[in-house]
């Protein structure tokens, strides 16, 4: 509930600013202008923003042919989470990554990239996707999408005032604080989505593992996407980088500055998190049958991740199958 709040009166704030820049720019008209361009954007955001994410990522759709493995795992889970199943979709990015999308668990999408299924096990990529999951059922995907609206309008209607309401000597506070508006509102504005992901990734990284019924591992994934995010590049979220508060790990941390103003928590803090949720459920795994079957394995010592994290492989995409005509290997590859 106070996560609800917070994240309510972050987004007035961000509407607040758009209205401003209107403001700075026109007066009162300008004000009311910007105010009926932040509710268009919005509609419209409400109504395409899978599609928007989806394409702007290269995100294509898997069907259960191509990998009858991921669709039963993400079936699974938001069986667990109490969602109805999203659609499924694969980034050809070696950068290891996820993200979810859509205005509703109802109309919802699941993203992940080919070097998340290549890179971490079994176990791990479940952590992952229930991440995702806790996000679309806390509707978070909704919230990020018309804070990225926003905050990307608010740059380009400050973009816009430099050239009219800083030169305007008619301008409500004068040109010198209409050139001091432009440039602080955009700041501002990132400020504030950057506090609206971080306040919605640390719940979603508790529901997720409770979700799964394993905090570790969904720790380790993020190590393991973290390290991964510095090395390798994610190109199409650095053709679009306002999108890039929407995956599970900031996908620009490999370039020098890309952390001044980071739209995710400190990895560190997240796994500690995480690592101090797993040894409250091991002190209470003596008392109650564990809600993973995972972690059930790990107690009689058949786990199952290391074998199906051996036989896990990268569906086909469109582009493979251009490559090499032979499907005498399976969807699979």
Known sequence: MVNAIRTTFLLAVLTGLFMAIGFVIGG??????????????????????DKIVLRMQNAKAISFQQSPDLHEMVARLSQNAGIPSPQIYLIESDQPNAFATGRNPENA???????LIKRLSYDEIEGVVAHELAHIRSRDT???????TLAGAISMLAQFGL?????????PIG???SILMVIVAPIAALLVQMAVSRVREYEADRDGAEITGNPEALARALDKIANHAKQISNVYARRSPGMAHMYIINPLAGKRGDNWFSTHPNVKNRVAALMEMAKEQQLSQNESWPRSRHNAAQQTG????????????VPKTARDQRDNNDTSKGPWG
């Not at 999408?109 to 070097?115: L, Y």
């Not at 909704?142 to 990225?148: C, G, P, R, V």
């Not at 050239?163 to 301008?171: C, I, K, L």
């Open 28 to 49: 009162r008209g300008g004000m009311m202008l910007a105010l009926l361009m932040a509710l268009m954007m919005n509609m419209f955001s409400f109504w395409n923003s």
């Open 109 to 115: 999408a699941v993203a992940v990239s080919t070097g």
């Open 142 to 148: 909704l919230t990020m999408t018309i804070t990225a």
């Open 163 to 171: 050239f009219f309401g800083a030169r305007n000597s008619n301008s």
């Open 175 to 177: 040109p010198i604080g």
């Open 302 to 313: 058949h786990a199952q991740s290391a074998p199906r994290s051996a036989g896990w492989r």
